[in-house]
């Protein structure tokens, strides 16, 4: 006899406040994503509530007598998580737990959940390891970690039981300990990255699942794992570009972006954004197919001025054309969006276009150039190293030469260390 054994899912209800505060399309626009998310950490969406309420409920978010009714509808329906679209106090949380008597999560919690699943390097598990911490830290009850250990499942994977169950001393002290593990990490990439100077670095962002890494796969070679899931790229991967034969760049992709991200994530993940951070141009990959893409870029573009790349060159890379039928759309795009190219990752579609966009800004920002010291400076020379990959040095008897590549920028640093 073979046995079967059923792959259990979780049967997830979601709840969504409209507090009139956003139009009705916009809250199911909101609650539609988060069905997706729950998805991607495995839950199918049993129920999507939508409760209509001027405020919030400090006690019960969408009211008690509201509460009391899902109640119900949970029991019969064998429901074993709620999850929320905004974020819970963890007075909301308790008391809500209590009621429903089950795991109830919110926005936050889930992505961070989604974030613990999908982290395979040291690296990012030890950010998603510090967001999660410093999101639990304040939700620490008595009521959570019984009911963790009770039901499992999505919002209780990462840190694990023994650490819930230590007391805030031990957790704060687990947490400045990971800051520290990160900024080693940093340290670390900092050292690698200060032979990048003379190359032109450019970052991959954007909403997640907009095609980033099938992007970046398909200008580079390399092998990085795409799929149609949220999150499935946590880690930046670096590669360097031949964009003509004397002329590299450096490329990277990097952890998509959604709204609401929780602040603690992007605050952990400092480390694997400074790729964003320290570009010199930004492809921000948009899916035009998707019907909410506008909405996308606000997210995106309010998330880089957070971590202040607002004052970055970007250029827009809607993707995904080949499966848009409306010639409209596509007008329009090309219309409203200036610096911006349409393109297919997969299909390879405009990319020629896409790399001489690249080549274009790579000419304007890439200089060469060449310049004479006095032999006793030997500290400025060492200097240009810090900017600029230099590509000669001469010495002859009473000079150095030295022939360098760097961008405009530093160029600029340049000039200023030799004139000091
Ligand atoms: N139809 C179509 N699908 C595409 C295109 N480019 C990417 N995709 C699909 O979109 C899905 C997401 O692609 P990824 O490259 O993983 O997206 P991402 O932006 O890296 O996503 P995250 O890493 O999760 O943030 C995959 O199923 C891809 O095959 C395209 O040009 N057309
Ligand atoms: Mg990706």
Do not use: C
């Not at 006690?59 to 429901?79: D, R, T």
């Not at 794992?225 to 949220?230: D, H, I, R, T, V």
């Not at 970007?314 to 349409?342: A, R, T």
């Amino acid at each position: 006899m073979i046995e079967v054994t059923k792959k259990t899912v979780e049967r997830a209800m979601l709840i969504a406040l409209d507090t009139k505060e956003f139009s009705k399309e916009t809250v199911e626009e909101h609650i539609e994503e988060l069905e997706e998310l729950a998805a991607t950490a495995g839950a199918e969406t049993i129920f999507k509530i939508i409760q209509t309420k001027r405020g919030i409920d400090p006690a019960f978010y969408i009211g008690k007598g509201k509460a009391e009714e899902l109640a119900q509808l949970i029991e019969l329906n064998e429901i074993n998580i709620v999850i929320f679209d905004d974020d819970l106090t963890p007075v909301q949380v308790r008391n809500l737990e209590k009621l429903f008597n089950r795991k109830v999560i919110d926005r936050s919690g889930l992505i961070l959940d989604i974030f613990a699943s999908r982290a395979k390097t040291k690296e990012a598990k030890t950010q998603v390891e510090l967001a999660q911490l410093q999101y639990m830290l304040p939700r620490l009850t008595r009521a959570w970690t019984h009911l963790s250990k009770q039901y499992g499942g999505i919002g209780t994977k990462g840190p694990g039981e023994t650490q819930i169950e230590t007391d805030r001393r031990l957790i704060r002290t687990r947490i400045s300990l990971l800051k520290n593990k990160l900024e080693k990490i940093e340290a670390h990439r900092m050292t690698q990255s200060s032979g990048r100077k003379g190359f032109l670095r450019i970052a991959i962002a954007g909403y997640t699942n907009a095609g980033k890494s099938t992007l970046f796969n398909l200008l580079t070679e390399a092998n990085v794992f795409a799929e149609n899931k949220l999150f499935a790229t946590l880690d930046s991967t670096t590669r360097s570009l031949d964009i003509d034969d004397t002329h590299k760049i450096l490329i990277s992709d990097t952890v998509g972006f959604i709204r609401k991200l929780p602040a603690h994530l992007i605050a952990s993940f400092k480390s694997t954004l400074n790729e964003v951070r320290d570009a010199d141009i930004i492809l921000h990959v948009i899916d035009i197919s998707h019907p909410y893409f506008e909405d996308h870029i606000k997210v995106v573009d309010e998330t880089l001025k957070e971590f202040g790349s607002a004052e970055k060159r970007v250029i827009k890379v809607f993707n995904k054309v080949d499966i848009v039928s409306d010639k409209s759309l596509i007008d329009f795009v090309k219309n409203v969006y200036k610096e911006s190219v349409i393109i297919s990752a997969s299909r390879g579609i405009n990319i020629s276009s896409l790399k001489t966009m690249l080549k274009n800004i790579l000419n304007e920002n890439i200089v060469e150039e060449k310049i004479e010291l006095p032999l006793t400076a030997t500290k400025k020379a060492s200097q240009i190293h810090e900017f600029a990959e230099v590509l000669k040095t001469e010495y002859d008897d009473n000079k150095i030469q030295i022939i360098y590549r760097t961008s405009r920028q530093n160029s600029e640093k340049i000039k200023k260390i030799i004139a000091y």
